[in-house]
């Protein structure tokens, strides 16, 4: 769901750095990209979800970072919860209907650069059937030409993004479990 978001700040990337004739693909690492969400569960608790291990493209334009674009997408029944009844419930109808079918896609539509290190990445947000703008407030972290293992040039930066679960069919117990729900995103990414 939030984990989307992440998308957008894959966008945020492009901040800060040196100019390029064109742009540059980068793959998703998957072993070290993560979405976490969060929610308020009947006043009690703050409940933590993750997605990981997810792939995805971001086209970096160093040269015009707001001609970046990033895209993701992943199987809802990926998501990792840490608790097997849990999980089900989440893969139940009125929630994210964890059919194999079912992805999590997420396509950049716009970058507003904000800061020598932070952007807005604009995007479609598309979960249950339903696509809904969402906008990712996105920190660039680290960019190197070289990674010390891959030496392949790698970008790395942290989003965050506010979504609500109705929006996207996955209402179920609202307003008793909150239906807004905090997204945070890690995400590194190489050099193809």
């Given at each position: 769901?939030?984990s ?10 492009t ?20 979405i976490v ?16 291990g ?15 674009s ?31 079918g ?52 790698w970008?790395?930066f942290d989003?965050t ?20 729900m ?11």
């Amino acid at each position: 769901m939030k984990s989307v978001l992440f998308a957008t700040a894959l966008g945020a990337l492009t901040l800060g750095t040196a100019a390029t004739a064109e742009p540059v693909a980068y793959a998703l690492d998957a072993s070290h990209s993560q979405i976490v969400f969060d929610y308020n569960h009947l006043g009690f608790s703050t409940t933590y979800n993750m997605f990981s291990g997810f792939d995805g493209q971001i086209m970096f334009d160093k040269e015009d970072p707001a001609a970046s674009s990033v895209t993701v997408e992943f199987p809802v029944n990926t998501m990792f919860t840490g608790w097997e009844a849990r999980f089900n419930h989440f893969m139940s109808e009125g929630l994210l209907n964890g059919t194999d079918g079912n992805m999590v896609t997420f396509a950049s539509t716009g970058i507003e650069v904000t800061g020598e290190d932070t952007a807005l990445i604009t995007g479609d947000l598309s979960l249950n059937g339903v696509t809904k703008s969402v906008v990712l407030d996105t920190k660039l972290n680290s960019m190197v030409d070289a990674h010390p293992r891959s030496k392949k040039p790698w970008i790395g930066f942290d989003a965050t993004t506010t979504i609500l679960r109705s929006d996207f069919g996955a209402g179920m117990a609202v307003p008793f479990i909150s239906d807004e729900m905090n997204v945070r995103i890690s995400i590194e990414a190489g050099a193809e």
